[in-house]
């Protein structure tokens, strides 16, 4: 089994949609990433949470750390928005090394 | 601008031979890593570097070797390149620092194929 868990894989939603991006991890962490890569393989880091919620722009992510557990959201998705979303969590245990989930594709139809 | 720059792009390699992958960043960040990426598999570390001076191997350390040069620079290289080494190669700086106050930055890629 991962240690880190993206659901759903694969994601296809019409513009304007709100959009939900979830991520398990069964590991103890000291911080979570959320991670951009579009489709010419770039990757560009949205957010790293340690706890609560933060929100940038359309983006809006949350963590509950209790519940080992993560979510993205996008509001008023745009097909732009097209790309992998990529979960990573930072393990408190040894020297400082990201774990990463496998990624969900999320593709915005106009 | 501010960065991860990685080089080369893209690379085409026969069975045994060698090469190396050069990164550099400018954000004086004490930690780089090199990832690799494969279809289907999250990002999975080959080697890191906590700080100038010190590497360490990661999850695939296997076929690859890393020097740190400074505080900027930290390279790859593959000596004796086999199929399996066919990826996509990131590398990635961040700063050291308590558990949740940094982030990573990631170069480009380079795209890489083992014939």
């Known amino acids: 089994k991962n240690e880190v868990e993206q659901s759903p894989q694969n994601l296809t939603a019409q513009e304007g949609e709100f959009i939900t991006i979830n991520c398990s991890y069964s590991?103890?962490?000291?911080?979570l990433h959320w991670l951009q890569q579009h489709p010419g393989g770039g990757i560009v880091s949205l957010f790293m949470l340690s706890s609560g919620k933060k929100k940038h722009g359309r983006l809006i992510a949350t963590i509950n750390i209790q519940e080992k557990h993560s979510s993205l959201h996008i509001t008023a998705s745009h097909p732009r928005d097209s790309a992998v979303y990529i979960c990573?969590?930072?393990?408190?245990?040894?020297?400082?090394?990201?774990?990463f989930g496998q990624g969900t594709r999320l593709t915005i139809n106009p | 601008n501010a960065g991860v720059t990685q080089t080369p792009k893209f690379q085409v390699l026969k069975t045994g031979q060698s090469m190396t992958l050069q990164c550099a960043q400018d954000m004086n960040h004490n930690s780089m890593y090199w990832y690799r990426q494969d279809p289907g598999m999250g990002l999975r570390l080959i080697y890191y570097s906590a700080s100038e001076g010190t590497t360490d191997k990661g999850e695939v350390p296997n076929g690859y070797n890393v020097s740190r040069l400074n505080k900027r620079e930290f390279s790859l290289r593959l000596e004796s390149a086999a199929p399996s080494q066919t990826s996509v190669y990131f590398c990635a700086s961040s700063e050291t620092g308590t558990a949740s106050n940094y982030g990573y930055t990631f170069g480009s890629g380079t795209r890489l194929t083992v014939v």
């Open positions: 590991v103890g962490i000291s911080a």
């Open positions: 990573a969590v930072r393990i408190t245990q040894g020297a400082q090394k990201l774990v």
